[in-house]
Nanobody, 120 residues
Framework: HVQLVESGGGSVQAGGSLRLSCGAS????????MAWFRQAPGKEREGLAV??????AIASSVKGRFTISNDGAKNTLYLQMNSLTPEDSAVYYC????????????????WGQGTQVTVS
């Protein structure tokens, strides 16, 4: 049984940083495809970053500001977010798939509950 639990969201001022965590059980965060998405009110779920087996890809919309990483010992996925703007306000989700589905949310079917990020 796979379970993903996001944490680390909150309120931050523009220009600030946050690090989101996604604790995983039932799946290896290093060998499974792990990804971060976000969804703002009234908008589609947007892919941000994907990683598997030491490789990663960052969406152009957040490249240079967001970084994806993991800790195998803790079996936890991270999203480091810097230089945040109000446009980054959204619910952030982690997801997993055995093989990577890129940035298309429809390809993933296991999701965490999400964590809210608010930038003002």
């Amino acid at each position: 049984h796979v379970q993903l639990v996001e944490s680390g969201g909150g309120s931050v001022q523009a220009g600030g940083s946050l690090r989101l965590s996604c604790g995983a059980s039932g799946v290896n965060v290093q060998t499974n495809c792990m990804a971060w998405f976000r969804q703002a009110p009234g908008k589609e779920r947007e892919g941000l970053a994907v990683t598997k087996d030491g490789s990663s890809a960052i969406a152009s919309s957040v490249k240079g500001r967001f970084t994806i990483s993991n800790d195998g010992a803790k079996n936890t996925l991270y999203l480091q977010m810097n230089s945040l703007t109000p446009e980054d306000s959204a619910v952030y989700y982690c997801t997993t798939r055995r093989t990577c589905g890129g940035f298309q949310s429809s390809r993933y079917d296991i999701w965490g509950q999400g964590t809210q990020v608010t930038v003002s």
